[in-house]
């Protein structure tokens, strides 16, 4: 059994390339600065848990999006890519966004399948670093 797509719109996805960023010789580590990748369009289904919601930070208020995205995985697969830590999205539909995925989980589990069917994407507004 394939889940149907149901209510999902194009979300555009830019990979995070830790192999080509630049490494710090001094401090011998990566800089903090991602290198994406072009950008893949791929449909999915947004779920937010809060848009804009304050939050009382040590500097002030900030606005906090969190949230997640369903995806089938035949479509990633279809598209030559997956969802990884550290992905951004900057488009969802036809609004222009800058979110980053801090987690991926694989869903929907079906045994005629050989395993799960979907992939939840959790993000954030920051960058987890």
Same mark, same amino acid.
């Given at each position: 059994?394939?889940p149907?797509?149901?209510?999902? /719109?194009d979300i555009t996805l @830019?990979k995070?390339?830790?192999? =080509? @960023?630049h490494h *710090? *010789?001094?401090?011998m580590? &990566? =800089?903090?600065?991602?290198?994406l +990748?072009?950008? $893949?369009m791929?449909? #999915? %289904?947004p779920? $937010?848990? +809060?848009a804009d +919601?304050? @939050?009382i ?8 999006t969190t949230? $997640?995205?369903v995806?089938r995985?035949i479509?990633l697969?279809?598209?030559? !890519? ?6 951004? /999205? =900057?488009?969802?539909? %036809? !609004? *222009?966004?800058e979110?980053w !995925?801090n987690e991926?989980?694989? =869903?929907?589990? $079906?045994?005629?399948?050989? #395993?799960?069917?979907?992939k939840?994407?959790f993000f @954030?507004d &920051?960058a !987890?670093k």
């Amino acid at each position: 059994m394939i889940p149907n797509k149901i209510n999902f /719109v194009d979300i555009t996805l @830019q990979k995070n390339q830790t192999a =080509t @960023q630049h490494h *710090d *010789d001094v401090f011998m580590e &990566r =800089t903090r600065s991602p290198k994406l +990748s072009a950008a $893949y369009m791929i449909s #999915g %289904l947004p779920v $937010y848990f +809060s848009a804009d +919601s304050p @939050q009382i930070e040590n500097f002030g208020v900030s606005l906090n999006t969190t949230g $997640y995205f369903v995806f089938r995985i035949i479509d990633l697969e279809a598209a030559g !890519i997956d969802v990884e830590f550290r992905d951004k /999205v =900057t488009k969802i539909g %036809l !609004i *222009d966004v800058e979110v980053w !995925i801090n987690e991926v989980r694989p =869903t929907a589990h $079906y045994a005629a399948q050989g #395993g799960a069917t979907l992939k939840m994407a959790f993000f @954030q507004d &920051r960058a !987890i670093k």
